[in-house]
């Protein structure tokens, strides 16, 4: 069956260092991968898209990589700050611009 | 921010009640999608339309029902609410040309039946 696996514990870091998401996933053959973050109450709003032939995107302190053949996609927040505090949705895309979401990695970052 | 909203952001309501959520966007989107979402688990689509008069059921199985009768109006219906139903109710939005892969979501709405 399609699985989406995200990291299943919370991420808790200092301020300043580098929060790293992992998003592995099975039996799927993406298009292109996205990164969305979501607020408590809110809905999720999109940060970056990676397609498949691609290896590396950034996105000023954000850097996601897309391996199709490991099947997986590492999300990079650098310098993190406090503000970047919330969960993060890793989402695959499939035929028809549908969309097919993991459960999320929270993270806080510390002061 | 995106321009699309949800109403209501908030609503309790009792067994078998008839209850309409109502979404709205003003970007001009062919493509919407409802979700949804419990606690800490992710999104689920239940409904999406490419367009007036398209619409399609999403991969998780749901009795609520959608119309597409307007290009900025897209609502969920639910015919008689049951406790089962109880989630957050989310509603996104693609563009036809440009960034068709991206998806704009609104507040959702949080329903809770008694």
């Known amino acids: 069956s399609q699985k989406i696996e995200q990291n299943s514990e919370a991420l808790n870091i200092q301020e300043g260092k580098t929060a790293t998401l992992t998003c592995n996933y099975t039996n799927y053959s993406p298009a292109y991968l996205q990164w969305y973050r979501q607020d408590p109450g809110r809905g999720p709003v999109f940060l970056l898209l990676i397609r498949e032939n691609e290896k590396e995107k950034r996105k000023e302190r954000l850097k996601v990589t897309f391996d199709t053949t490991l099947k997986q996609s590492l999300f990079h927040i650098t310098a993190s700050q406090p503000a970047d505090s919330a969960t993060y949705l890793c989402?695959?895309?499939?035929?028809?611009?549908?969309?097919?979401f993991g459960a999320g990695t929270t993270v806080t970052v510390r002061a | 921010e995106a321009d699309i909203y949800q109403t209501p952001r908030y609503l309790v309501i009792g067994t078998g009640k008839k209850i309409t959520l109502e979404c709205s966007q003003t970007?001009?989107?062919?493509?919407m999608y409802w979700y949804q979402q419990d606690p800490g688990m992710e999104l689920h689509l239940i409904h999406y339309?490419?367009?007036?008069?398209?619409?399609e059921k999403g991969d998780l199985s749901s009795e609520s029902t959608v119309s597409r009768i307007r290009t900025e109006h897209f609502p969920l219906t639910l015919e008689s609410a049951r406790p089962s139903h109880t989630s957050q109710y989310l509603c996104?939005?693609?563009?036809?040309?440009?960034?068709?892969?991206?998806?704009?979501f609104g507040p959702g709405t949080r329903l809770l039946v008694l």
């Open positions: 989402a695959l895309g499939t035929y028809g611009y549908k969309l097919s």
């Open positions: 970007m001009g989107h062919d493509k």
């Open positions: 339309s490419y367009g007036v008069n398209s619409t």
């Open positions: 996104a939005s693609s563009p036809r040309f440009g960034f068709q892969e991206t998806q704009y």
